[in-house]
């Protein structure tokens, strides 16, 4: 029998920045082996929602990973439980190479070499571009490179779980596409993955169910089919206005 415990359930998640409230009492769920697309408008709250989950932001709610509680304020510890954040903006260290970079991702395994170079192995198999410049300053790599990188990396760490904020900003839209088919194959491998995205049609093609964000509220859970044209989105954006 499939365990029907969710993979991730936030509920009722606030966030505040100072006294503005950035993010109202939400709630989603992400199942086991589910990609879930979070799609809004700048300043929706889409980037403040993955921060929440990962306790980098002061607010109310909870939010449990395989049924347990995730700790609030403590992001290192939510890490640790398998929950991996792909920032936006990348994140990476552009004084240092590929190589430490990715080294960095897997800092929890220690010295489980054989591990390490497994994980490795697979990146490398992922983002074959990313073993030929192992040692290139990663701020040297173009901007497709780096976000390659950036995934690189949260792989590195063993994620049971990734976040991804806007994975493919910036980029041309032949990379984006190219960049989110990997993570369309780390899904279908069985990785559950939350993608936080603007291109809405691109996500759509990967995502099996999407909520959409509108002045920091859930304003709707829709499927790709619901959504034929960016008209259909706004419709949505501008009832929440």
Do not use: C, W
């Amino acid at each position: 029998m499939q365990n029907a415990t969710p993979l991730l359930a936030v509920e009722g998640l606030s966030a505040r920045y100072g006294n503005v409230e950035a993010l109202h009492a939400t709630s989603l769920t992400v199942a086991r082996g589910e990609l879930v697309a979070v799609l809004g408008p700048n300043g929706a709250g889409k980037s403040t929602l993955l921060r929440a989950i990962m306790g980098l932001t002061p607010g109310n709610g909870s939010v449990r990973f395989n049924g347990e509680l995730l700790p609030r304020g403590d992001a290192r510890a939510v890490a640790a439980q398998g929950v991996i954040l792909v920032p936006e903006g990348r994140g990476i260290f552009g004084p240092m190479t590929v190589r430490e970079n990715l080294d960095l991702g897997a800092y929890l395994l220690g010295r489980q070499r054989g591990e390490i170079a497994a994980r490795l192995e697979r990146v490398f198999t992922l983002f074959p571009r990313l073993q030929h410049r192992q040692a290139q300053l990663a701020g040297s790599l173009s901007g497709g490179e780096q976000q390659m990188l950036a995934i690189g990396r949260a792989l590195m760490a063993g994620p049971k779980m990734l976040l991804l904020d806007e994975p493919s900003l910036g980029l041309a839209p032949r990379l984006a596409a190219e960049i989110l088919e990997t993570l369309g194959g780390l899904n279908r491998d069985g990785l559950g993955i939350l993608l936080v995205e603007q291109r809405a049609p691109l996500a759509l093609k990967l995502a099996k169910r999407a909520y959409l964000l509108s002045v920091g509220r859930v304003v709707a859970e829709v499927t790709p089919d619901q959504i034929a044209s960016p008209h259909d989105l706004a419709r949505y954006y501008f009832a929440a206005a």
